[in-house]
């Protein structure tokens, strides 16, 4: 793959950084980035670019691993607690539905 240069210009720094990615993959990373910081500091109120940095890296690792733990198991955590919940409530209306006589014999 071709070396591509990056220009990062954020939170009062810029440097540039050659790396073997594609370049408007480089961009769409850039931009999203820039989303996360600014959705940060609106939610936030956090004006310090270091700890601006630092709570928008934070949160996409969340993001990251969150999207990772749904890959492995193929649904995420509250999934889990949903089907859990939906499953319990089933067994609860099988039970009222069927007969005494057959819930004896279990």
């Given at each position: 793959m071709p070396k591509s240069d990056l220009r990062i210009d954020?939170?009062?720094t810029?440097?540039?950084?050659?790396?073997?990615?594609d370049a408007f993959y480089l961009k769409i990373l850039?931009?999203?980035?820039?989303?996360?910081?600014?959705?940060?500091?609106?939610t936030t109120g956090i004006e310090d670019p270091l700890k601006t940095a630092i709570?928008?890296?934070f949160l996409l690792c969340d993001e990251a691993e969150k999207l990772r733990?749904?890959?492995?198991?193929?649904i995420?955590?509250?999934d889990s607690m949903k089907a859990e919940e939906l499953t319990l409530d089933l067994i609860n209306r099988i039970d009222k539905a069927l007969p005494e006589e057959t819930k004896d014999k279990s």
């Open positions: 954020l939170l009062g810029s440097f540039s950084v050659t790396v073997d990615e850039l931009d999203k980035y820039r989303r996360v910081i600014e959705n940060t500091r609106k709570l928008a890296g733990a749904r890959e492995n198991t193929g995420g955590v509250f």
